[in-house]
């Protein structure tokens, strides 16, 4: 299959959306970050970037959990498991927070 870059403002992060042109290609947005299955070469998940937002870096944390990506317009994006960090607020209510709940934060 070959891949061809192109411009969307789509917000769909479904792989399943992007058709195939006339040339046996799939069209897909520019700048994007597309995660393979290693066995089938299957997209199976998108994260896109905003126009301008080329990708000048890529770099995953000591446990994989967070992809950290610099940009050439000089951001610096985290992208995250939201279900993975509310286990962590849990295990730190679970840890020292429970006596106090948020109330010292809040003022």
């Given at each position: 299959m070959n891949l061809k870059?192109?411009?969307?403002?789509?917000?769909?992060?479904?792989?399943?959306?992007?058709?195939?042109?006339?040339?046996?290609?799939?069209?897909?947005p520019s700048p994007s970050i597309y995660f393979l299955d290693l066995h089938t070469l299957k997209v199976f998940h998108t994260l896109k970037l905003g126009e301008g937002q080329d990708i000048t870096a890529l770099a995953l944390d000591k446990?994989?959990?967070?992809?950290?990506?610099?940009?050439?317009?000089?951001q610096l994006t985290i992208f995250t498991d939201?279900?993975?960090s509310l286990k962590v607020v849990d295990h730190m209510l679970k840890r020292g927070w429970e006596v106090d709940g948020l109330s010292p934060l809040i003022k």
């Open positions: 870059s192109a411009k969307s403002a789509s917000g769909d992060d479904n792989a399943e959306s992007y058709k195939m042109n006339e040339g046996n290609r799939l069209e897909i446990d994989n959990t967070n992809l950290l990506v610099s940009t050439a317009d000089r939201p279900a993975l």
